[in-house]
């Protein structure tokens, strides 16, 4: 018997993670002359890509327009297509410091030697810890995406949503797109965290936002029942039932494996957390390691596919497959849509933390809507609600008569020629924010029609009944659909069009086939006690021990704590947990004003079973 | 920390060995402080398995030792005012041939005369006292007065106690230097300021060497690193201490129980197993030179798992989520180093205790009082000390 023996292999370029990051730093250096190996551990390619049933932001270089798991796919053709071998459900369960790779792959665990390695491993989702955080049916926004959008199962029949950021939003959304209902999303904040055009389009579905209101807890008995949520000024508590809770919270940026294999790490929380330290091109403080996309910073996918890009171009010049000259006019290039990505008040303002979105003034707005309803009076016309200004082109390329130009880069807001637009509506199906609509009052007579953009799954034919709905989710009154465009054709944007009262032409945002009466919160006059709970499930630790043992200031880092409280020691190595902890140790202990080191990442980031480890097949 | 301070004693590190020499110092009245540059048990005592083995100590003082130690331990559990999970479970040593079996008999008998008890069990009784254990295991030596402790904790504990009695404790703070004057200690300057004291207890582990320089003093202590695999938590699996016979051989450097192959040899792999209170199993382990290098390897973790199949391979369904090593503070011989230093008076080494720490800390702790506060101690320590190495 020998000692050791696991297999070994010689890889150029290792890309770890199959999201956008990691499939566009394989094409990069595939396309440089590399020879490109990609694990993943999910089954399927694209990462997060492949559950996002939405169309995306962007411009065209980035799929704009296209949905997310459409995006994915065509990466992952493009890699196949440059050579790139995709290695699905493969884990990597370590990076050390020798350079290897430990890989575990469907056939076997085994050693990867190479010679360069991108680590595109995306994020996490955060959690918080509240009384009923372990009960069945809470559940982070991702995973409720996962379980609809590639499972597809419902994870139950009412969802409350906690974080009113672009995913809580779109992910309110599809919950809703596959057939649950949706009491509410809830945030502590005064604004919503995410697009206006996403809360545009939760709002007119009719699912109400609580702002400044805050979580207390969920309780039931064998999973989640009901939701208690404090309104902030009122100090009233609302309960909702609900069998889902869904956390949208935050994402933690998953750079374990760029840490034990000892690159530098710095703690950004713009960026969301511990990332690696990495200059423009993308390189870290580690020779022949480079990183990427959500795990080197929270962004946007469209970003996420142009750091992959450039972590592509600098492992392959690195290795000599890109001369320097070659390397700079391809790194010039991704720097320049980069920029362009970036330059919008709402995405800057998380890298800038300048606040508030930019946003369309309201004199021209309410000069911009009068003269729609002027012009509608003589044949259809696009509205465009678009009111901040995010990275996203694809109406100024529906349009084929030059009516939408984005002046200054695709983080501009549309310009409007009202003259050329004929109203073909071909905005309409493309906006990803669905936020353009077709008005028509040429008919007279009192009457308007107008075309929303929809893509629920409650059939509405023509001639139908239906109600319009505003923005804001108020039901406007019943109308009659005239026409229906783009149905039964999967991946379409269905277009419905409304006759309406014409007082309702501007105000029409949405269409429903039945009318959505969300059940309302009741209102509780006394707030019982809360008491305590589990804080870590693995070692079964309650939250005000936790507390306690952090506020007696005993342990002079994250890693004693741990070692001491065995919070974060079990199955999942503080997976769920750490990110709390280090914000309560960061609060309560003795690490103020001090760098708080993150626990030490030691193999295997993911459990595996030791026969693994051991070497047995199968 | 502007103001100057004393104390009667100061004591660098914040091990085991350090915690367990404060409660003892603190037990007699003394005043103590305690210098840790991380946090308690941040070196070997937090980064090993619960072992509180004896067969695997050298016959004569070093096992005398163990055994005077493993004595002192009920009471000291009862003392703290924390639960190191200090379990009497007893310790099996594997044989996977005769030739170890046989070995393993006669070394029963060898350390029944220094006092120890080792039964020895054919591969019939073994199968009893341990099921699931390999068909192709030839017996065992079981040795009931082996036990195991949560090293953590026991460090946590004994720490917290001397504090109770008055110790203070400064984490995060490093030795920077140590005055001497007219051959007398006087100070340790630290990066928390200076602390006025006349004794002085090096407990510093792998830090020795460090501190040895400060008061140029050679200490031959280095690193020698040993990991391990920890595996899910689960329902009670394995209720005794266990080792392979190779352990004998890499870990008391017996040479008739050294593995046969070069590699294994190389990495000075032994197989170990336990599972803690809180039913984790601790798989080990190797006995590695790579300097002040913590990281683990991925040979080592193959090769820890392959051997550990190989005695119990029920374990092979078990999920592996973490593997830790730790830097045992090696001495060359393998026995501890605690002596007072010659030619600077208040200075006492108590280190190099190898593999050792946790199953020789009270013991440590004790004569380390003896010999600090009363200048002699109940039993000989001429055998450790520092100046028996050339």
Same mark, same amino acid.
């Given at each position: 018997m020998d000692v050791m023996d696991l297999p070994r292999e010689k890889l150029e370029v290792l890309v770890i993670g199959a999201g956008p990051a990691g499939l566009c730093a394989a094409i990069e250096a595939a396309s440089a002359g590399c020879e490109v190996t990609v694990a993943d551990e999910n089954d399927r390619p694209g990462g997060q890509l492949s559950k996002q049933i939405h169309r995306f932001f962007g411009s065209s270089h980035h799929g704009a327009g296209k949905r997310g798991f459409e995006i994915g796919r065509e990466l992952a053709e493009n890699c196949l297509k440059a050579g790139v071998e995709l290695r699905l459900s493969s884990s990597v369960l370590g990076l050390f410091p020798s350079g290897e790779a430990m890989i575990d792959s469907p056939s076997r665990l085994y050693l990867a030697n190479p010679g360069a390695v991108i680590v595109a491993t995306g994020a996490s989702e955060k959690s918080i810890a509240f009384p009923g955080w372990t009960l069945p049916g809470v559940m982070g926004a991702g995973a409720a995406q996962t379980l609809i959008n590639i499972h597809r199962v419902l994870p139950g029949k009412r969802v409350l949503m906690v974080g009113s950021g672009n995913v809580g939003l779109i992910v309110a959304y599809q919950l809703l797109q596959a057939g649950a209902e949706v009491a509410g999303i809830v945030d502590v904040a005064d604004s919503v965290g995410g697009y206006q055009v996403h809360a545009g389009r939760v709002m007119r579905e009719g699912i109400p936002l609580y702002l400044r209101h805050r979580l207390l807890s969920a309780r039931g008995s064998?999973?989640?029942?009901e939701i208690l949520v404090e309104a902030l000024e009122s100090g009233k508590v609302k309960r909702f039932k609900a069998d889902v809770l869904c956390l949208a919270v935050g994402l933690s940026p998953l750079a374990e494996l760029a840490s034990m294999r000892g690159c530098r790490m710095i703690e950004n929380s713009r960026l969301g957390g511990f990332v690696p330290w990495h200059d423009r091109d993308m390189r870290t403080s580690q020779t022949d390691m480079y990183i990427a996309g959500d795990a080197s910073g929270v962004e946007e996918a469209s970003v996420a596919m142009e750091e992959g890009r450039m972590a592509g171009i600098s492992a392959a010049e690195d290795l000599g497959s890109l001369g320097a000259k070659e390397a700079a006019i391809r790194r010039e290039a991704v720097m320049n849509r980069l920029r362009e990505l970036r330059a919008g008040t709402c995405t800057a303002a998380k890298l800038e933390a300048k606040g508030g979105c930019m946003q369309i003034n309201s004199d021209a707005r309410d000069e911009l809507l009068r003269e729609v309803w002027k012009k509608s009076a003589n044949g259809p016309l696009a509205l465009i609600d678009c009111r901040e200004d995010i990275p996203c082109n694809p109406c100024e390329e529906a349009c084929r008569r030059g009516a939408i130009v984005l002046d200054s880069g695709i983080c501009s807001l549309p310009s409007f020629d009202l003259d050329k637009c004929d109203g073909c509506a071909r905005c309409v199906a493309l906006c990803p924010g669905m936020a353009i609509f077709i008005i028509d009052?040429?008919?007279?007579?009192g009457f308007a029609r107008v075309t929303v953009p929809y893509e629920m799954s409650d059939e509405i034919g023509p001639d139908e009944e239906a109600w319009a709905m505003d923005g804001e989710g108020n039901c406007l009154g019943k109308g009659r659909i005239t026409r229906v465009a783009g149905a039964g054709r999967p991946g379409h944007t269905m277009l419905l069009t409304i006759e309406v009262p014409e007082e309702w032409a501007l105000k029409v945002r949405g269409v429903s086939g039945r009318r959505k009466l969300v059940e309302e919160p009741e209102e509780m006059e006394d707030t019982e006690i809360v008491e305590d709970f589990t804080f870590c499930r693995c070692e079964e630790i309650n939250y005000s021990s936790m507390r306690e043992i952090i506020a007696r200031g005993e342990f002079y880092s994250l890693p004693a704590l741990r070692r001491f409280s065995r919070i974060g020691l079990g199955y999942c190595q503080g997976r769920f947990c750490q990110s709390i902890l280090r914000d309560q140790f960061l609060a309560d202990g003795p690490g103020e004003g001090r760098e708080v080191e993150s626990f030490r990442v030691r193999a295997p980031v993911r459990p595996v079973k030791l026969s693994r480890l051991g070497g047995e097949n199968g | 920390m502007d103001d100057v301070l004393s104390s009667e004693v100061v004591v660098i590190g914040g091990g085991v060995i350090g915690a367990a020499a404060a409660y003892f110092l603190c037990k007699e009245g003394a005043e103590v402080i305690i210098v840790e540059a991380?946090?308690?048990?941040?070196?070997a005592s937090g980064a090993c398995d619960g072992f509180l083995s004896l067969q695997t100590k050298q016959v004569g003082s070093h096992l005398d030792l163990a055994l005077e130690s493993m004595a002192l331990l009920p009471s000291i559990v009862e003392d703290l005012g924390i639960d190191p999970e200090y379990n009497r479970c007893g310790g099996l040593m594997l044989a996977s041939n005769q030739d170890q079996l046989k070995d393993l008999r006669a070394r029963a008998k060898k350390v029944k005369t220094a006092g120890l008890e080792v039964e020895i069990l054919g591969a019939h009784e073994l199968k009893e006292m341990l099921p699931g254990v390999n068909k192709e295991i030839k017996g065992a030596a079981y040795c009931a007065a082996e036990a195991q402790i949560n090293p953590i904790t026991f460090t946590l504990g004994l720490a917290q106690k001397a504090q109770e009695m008055g110790a203070r404790i400064l984490k995060g703070c490093k030795v920077e230097n140590i005055v001497v004057t007219n051959n007398r200690v006087r100070e340790v300057h630290t990066t928390m300021g200076s602390i006025h004291s006349r004794r002085v207890i090096?407990?510093?582990?792998?830090g020795s060497n460090e501190i040895g320089k400060m008061i140029i003093v050679d200490i031959p202590v280095m690193p020698q690193k040993g990991q391990i695999l920890v595996t899910e938590a689960r329902e009670p699996m394995l209720d005794k201490i266990v080792s392979g016979a190779e352990y004998l051989g890499t870990k008391a450097n017996l040479e008739e129980f050294l593995p046969k192959d070069e590699e294994a040899i190389r990495l000075g792999l032994g197989f170990t197993a336990e599972q803690t209170a809180s039913g984790n199993i601790l798989i080990g382990s190797t006995r590695e030179f790579a300097g002040f290098d913590r990281e683990t390897t991925p040979e080592a973790m193959n090769a820890i798992a392959k051997n550990a199949i190989f005695y =119990?391979?029920?374990?092979?369904? =078990?999920?592996?989520i973490r593997s830790f090593a730790g830097l045992r503070p090696y001495s060359p011989d393998g026995l501890p180093i605690m002596c007072p230093v010659k030619g600077v008076k208040g200075f006492y080494m108590a280190t190099g205790h190898s593999g050792d720490g946790i199953c020789l800390a009270a013991v440590t702790g004790r004569l380390m009082s003896e010999l600090v506060l009363d200048g002699e101690t109940s039993i000989d320590i001429s055998p450790f000390s520092l100046y028996r190495f050339k």
């Amino acid at each position: 018997m020998d000692v050791m023996d696991l297999p070994r292999e010689k890889l150029e370029v290792l890309v770890i993670g199959a999201g956008p990051a990691g499939l566009c730093a394989a094409i990069e250096a595939a396309s440089a002359g590399c020879e490109v190996t990609v694990a993943d551990e999910n089954d399927r390619p694209g990462g997060q890509l492949s559950k996002q049933i939405h169309r995306f932001f962007g411009s065209s270089h980035h799929g704009a327009g296209k949905r997310g798991f459409e995006i994915g796919r065509e990466l992952a053709e493009n890699c196949l297509k440059a050579g790139v071998e995709l290695r699905l459900s493969s884990s990597v369960l370590g990076l050390f410091p020798s350079g290897e790779a430990m890989i575990d792959s469907p056939s076997r665990l085994y050693l990867a030697n190479p010679g360069a390695v991108i680590v595109a491993t995306g994020a996490s989702e955060k959690s918080i810890a509240f009384p009923g955080w372990t009960l069945p049916g809470v559940m982070g926004a991702g995973a409720a995406q996962t379980l609809i959008n590639i499972h597809r199962v419902l994870p139950g029949k009412r969802v409350l949503m906690v974080g009113s950021g672009n995913v809580g939003l779109i992910v309110a959304y599809q919950l809703l797109q596959a057939g649950a209902e949706v009491a509410g999303i809830v945030d502590v904040a005064d604004s919503v965290g995410g697009y206006q055009v996403h809360a545009g389009r939760v709002m007119r579905e009719g699912i109400p936002l609580y702002l400044r209101h805050r979580l207390l807890s969920a309780r039931g008995s064998m999973g989640v029942e009901e939701i208690l949520v404090e309104a902030l000024e009122s100090g009233k508590v609302k309960r909702f039932k609900a069998d889902v809770l869904c956390l949208a919270v935050g994402l933690s940026p998953l750079a374990e494996l760029a840490s034990m294999r000892g690159c530098r790490m710095i703690e950004n929380s713009r960026l969301g957390g511990f990332v690696p330290w990495h200059d423009r091109d993308m390189r870290t403080s580690q020779t022949d390691m480079y990183i990427a996309g959500d795990a080197s910073g929270v962004e946007e996918a469209s970003v996420a596919m142009e750091e992959g890009r450039m972590a592509g171009i600098s492992a392959a010049e690195d290795l000599g497959s890109l001369g320097a000259k070659e390397a700079a006019i391809r790194r010039e290039a991704v720097m320049n849509r980069l920029r362009e990505l970036r330059a919008g008040t709402c995405t800057a303002a998380k890298l800038e933390a300048k606040g508030g979105c930019m946003q369309i003034n309201s004199d021209a707005r309410d000069e911009l809507l009068r003269e729609v309803w002027k012009k509608s009076a003589n044949g259809p016309l696009a509205l465009i609600d678009c009111r901040e200004d995010i990275p996203c082109n694809p109406c100024e390329e529906a349009c084929r008569r030059g009516a939408i130009v984005l002046d200054s880069g695709i983080c501009s807001l549309p310009s409007f020629d009202l003259d050329k637009c004929d109203g073909c509506a071909r905005c309409v199906a493309l906006c990803p924010g669905m936020a353009i609509f077709i008005i028509d009052r040429s008919m007279g007579e009192g009457f308007a029609r107008v075309t929303v953009p929809y893509e629920m799954s409650d059939e509405i034919g023509p001639d139908e009944e239906a109600w319009a709905m505003d923005g804001e989710g108020n039901c406007l009154g019943k109308g009659r659909i005239t026409r229906v465009a783009g149905a039964g054709r999967p991946g379409h944007t269905m277009l419905l069009t409304i006759e309406v009262p014409e007082e309702w032409a501007l105000k029409v945002r949405g269409v429903s086939g039945r009318r959505k009466l969300v059940e309302e919160p009741e209102e509780m006059e006394d707030t019982e006690i809360v008491e305590d709970f589990t804080f870590c499930r693995c070692e079964e630790i309650n939250y005000s021990s936790m507390r306690e043992i952090i506020a007696r200031g005993e342990f002079y880092s994250l890693p004693a704590l741990r070692r001491f409280s065995r919070i974060g020691l079990g199955y999942c190595q503080g997976r769920f947990c750490q990110s709390i902890l280090r914000d309560q140790f960061l609060a309560d202990g003795p690490g103020e004003g001090r760098e708080v080191e993150s626990f030490r990442v030691r193999a295997p980031v993911r459990p595996v079973k030791l026969s693994r480890l051991g070497g047995e097949n199968g | 920390m502007d103001d100057v301070l004393s104390s009667e004693v100061v004591v660098i590190g914040g091990g085991v060995i350090g915690a367990a020499a404060a409660y003892f110092l603190c037990k007699e009245g003394a005043e103590v402080i305690i210098v840790e540059a991380e946090d308690l048990s941040a070196g070997a005592s937090g980064a090993c398995d619960g072992f509180l083995s004896l067969q695997t100590k050298q016959v004569g003082s070093h096992l005398d030792l163990a055994l005077e130690s493993m004595a002192l331990l009920p009471s000291i559990v009862e003392d703290l005012g924390i639960d190191p999970e200090y379990n009497r479970c007893g310790g099996l040593m594997l044989a996977s041939n005769q030739d170890q079996l046989k070995d393993l008999r006669a070394r029963a008998k060898k350390v029944k005369t220094a006092g120890l008890e080792v039964e020895i069990l054919g591969a019939h009784e073994l199968k009893e006292m341990l099921p699931g254990v390999n068909k192709e295991i030839k017996g065992a030596a079981y040795c009931a007065a082996e036990a195991q402790i949560n090293p953590i904790t026991f460090t946590l504990g004994l720490a917290q106690k001397a504090q109770e009695m008055g110790a203070r404790i400064l984490k995060g703070c490093k030795v920077e230097n140590i005055v001497v004057t007219n051959n007398r200690v006087r100070e340790v300057h630290t990066t928390m300021g200076s602390i006025h004291s006349r004794r002085v207890i090096c407990a510093a582990g792998t830090g020795s060497n460090e501190i040895g320089k400060m008061i140029i003093v050679d200490i031959p202590v280095m690193p020698q690193k040993g990991q391990i695999l920890v595996t899910e938590a689960r329902e009670p699996m394995l209720d005794k201490i266990v080792s392979g016979a190779e352990y004998l051989g890499t870990k008391a450097n017996l040479e008739e129980f050294l593995p046969k192959d070069e590699e294994a040899i190389r990495l000075g792999l032994g197989f170990t197993a336990e599972q803690t209170a809180s039913g984790n199993i601790l798989i080990g382990s190797t006995r590695e030179f790579a300097g002040f290098d913590r990281e683990t390897t991925p040979e080592a973790m193959n090769a820890i798992a392959k051997n550990a199949i190989f005695y =119990l391979p029920w374990v092979r369904d =078990l999920d592996v989520i973490r593997s830790f090593a730790g830097l045992r503070p090696y001495s060359p011989d393998g026995l501890p180093i605690m002596c007072p230093v010659k030619g600077v008076k208040g200075f006492y080494m108590a280190t190099g205790h190898s593999g050792d720490g946790i199953c020789l800390a009270a013991v440590t702790g004790r004569l380390m009082s003896e010999l600090v506060l009363d200048g002699e101690t109940s039993i000989d320590i001429s055998p450790f000390s520092l100046y028996r190495f050339k």
